[in-house]
């Protein structure tokens, strides 16, 4: 919070910090205030459009519910830079989420999942968690339980 504080703050002393637009961008996402962080994300992207805003942007969307949105600015980021591998991580979360969201499990998205993880592994592999992420829901899926919990 206290950060939070201090990049609002150096926001109202000067509004065109850039940086400063995108860390309370990022400071909301891991606080988990998905909509005030789409607004904010919304007016960086106006600034500065490139693959990490994108990226970032997304993943405020997608921690809203707004699924769909966010994959696209994940595709707009891959646009940008086709090795920006933190946007098919995020592209990966994205999907396990919408799918453990369906009514009805629909296997496709878990799958494109592991498909943009093993994208992310094949441009960077020292990525431990990405290859947890690949152990976990590869396989099938039994009772809603990812396989190998």
């Known amino acids: 919070m206290a950060a939070e504080n201090a990049y609002k703050k150096a926001l109202e002393l000067n509004r065109t910090q850039n940086v400063a637009l995108l860390n309370l961008g990022a400071n909301l996402i891991r606080q988990g205030k998905g909509a005030e962080a789409v607004s904010v994300m919304e007016e ?43 946007a098919y991580n995020e592209r990966g979360s994205t999907l396990i989420g919408q799918y453990e969201q369906g009514l ?4 496709s998205l878990r799958q494109q999942a592991i498909e943009a993880w093993q994208e992310s592994l094949k441009i960077y592999s020292n990525q ?18 990812p396989s190998g919990t």
């Open 104 to 107: 009805e499990l629909d296997d």
């Open 44 to 86: 960086a992207i106006k600034r500065t459009d490139n693959a990490p805003t994108r990226t970032r942007y997304g993943h405020a969307l997608s921690l809203s519910k707004r699924y769909k949105d966010a994959l696209l600015q994940y595709q707009f980021a891959l646009k940008f830079d086709p090795r920006y591998y933190p």
């Open 128 to 145: 431990p968690p990405v290859r947890a992420a690949i152990k976990q829901w590869s396989g099938a899926r039994l009772f809603g339980q």
